[in-house]
Nanobody, 120 residues
Framework: QVQLVESGGGLVQPGGSLRLSCAASGFTFSRFGVTWYRQAPGKGRELVATETRPGGTTNYTDSVKGRFTISRDNDKNTVYLQMNSLTSEDTALYYC?????????????WGRGTRVTVSS
């Protein structure tokens, strides 16, 4: 079955960096783009970074442009989110997401998330 497992979260000081990983299994990873979302305490879910297709155009929400980078390693079936110059506004639970086709339908898959806390 399809699985997405995030890791790499933790506590970091403002201005610091973290690299999140999303390990995928159960589908042909090299064929599908993956998206990172986040949900801050008391707020709705927000798209952070996405690949329009594997190795293709990447898009970012305005608040992370120039600080976050999404990338992938197809040999490891893993997507990464490099996060630099972190601020308290980046504190959230970070999820990865993929939409997969199955016949005439599509299915959405989410990981359980990894928590990022930015605090001094």
């Amino acid at each position: 079955q399809v699985q997405l497992v995030e890791s790499g979260g933790g506590l970091v000081q403002p201005g610091g960096s973290l690299r999140l990983s999303c390990a995928a299994s159960g589908f042909t990873f090299s064929r599908f783009g993956v998206t990172w979302y986040r949900q801050a305490p008391g707020k709705g879910r927000e798209l952070v970074a996405t690949e329009t297709r594997p190795g293709g155009t990447t898009n970012y929400t305005d608040s992370v442009k120039g600080r976050f980078t999404i990338s992938r390693d197809n040999d490891k079936n893993t997507v990464y989110l490099q996060m630099n110059s972190l601020t308290s506004e980046d504190t959230a639970l970070y999820y990865c997401y993929v939409r997969l086709p199955a016949g005439s339908r599509t299915y959405d898959y989410w990981g359980r998330g990894t928590r990022v806390t930015v605090s001094s």
